[in-house]
């Protein structure tokens, strides 16, 4: 019973998870979590009038991919996110040196 109900406890979770999504974002995550292929969703998409994030009808299969990657899409909210970075190693030793 034990794996039963992590199963039921991983489908509350996602149905809480789409629930907190705009609708037109649902309805996308419901279609490719259902196993829609991409071109297919594309096409349904552009038949319901639901517009793409730059406002255009028409869905473009690599729109949607996007879509799909996004974490913002998928309803994850991320603030002051920074990543640091090593600098590069100088081309000339000119650090701390001055031109006299």
């Given at each position: 019973?034990?794996?039963?109900?992590?199963?039921?406890?991983?489908?509350?979770s996602a149905i809480?998870?789409?629930?907190?999504?705009?609708?037109?974002?649902?309805?996308?995550?419901?279609?490719?979590?259902?196993?829609?292929?991409?071109?297919?969703?594309?096409?349904?998409?552009?038949?319901?009038?639901?517009?793409?994030?730059?406002?255009?009808?028409?869905?473009?299969?690599?729109?949607?991919?996007?879509?799909?990657?996004?974490?913002?899409y998928s309803g994850?909210?991320?603030?002051?996110?920074?990543?640091?970075?090593?600098?590069?190693?100088?081309?000339?030793?000119?650090?701390?040196?001055?031109?006299?």
């Amino acid at each position: 019973m034990k794996g039963k109900e992590a199963n039921d406890a991983r489908l509350e979770s996602a149905i809480a998870w789409l629930r907190c999504l705009p609708p037109e974002a649902r309805e996308i995550w419901r279609m490719a979590l259902a196993g829609g292929k991409i071109h297919t969703i594309c096409r349904e998409l552009g038949r319901r009038g639901i517009l793409t994030p730059s406002g255009k009808r028409d869905w473009n299969t690599n729109t949607l991919r996007n879509v799909l990657k996004n974490r913002a899409y998928s309803g994850v909210i991320e603030a002051l996110k920074q990543e640091s970075v090593e600098p590069r190693r100088r081309r000339k030793a000119t650090y701390e040196k001055t031109s006299r």
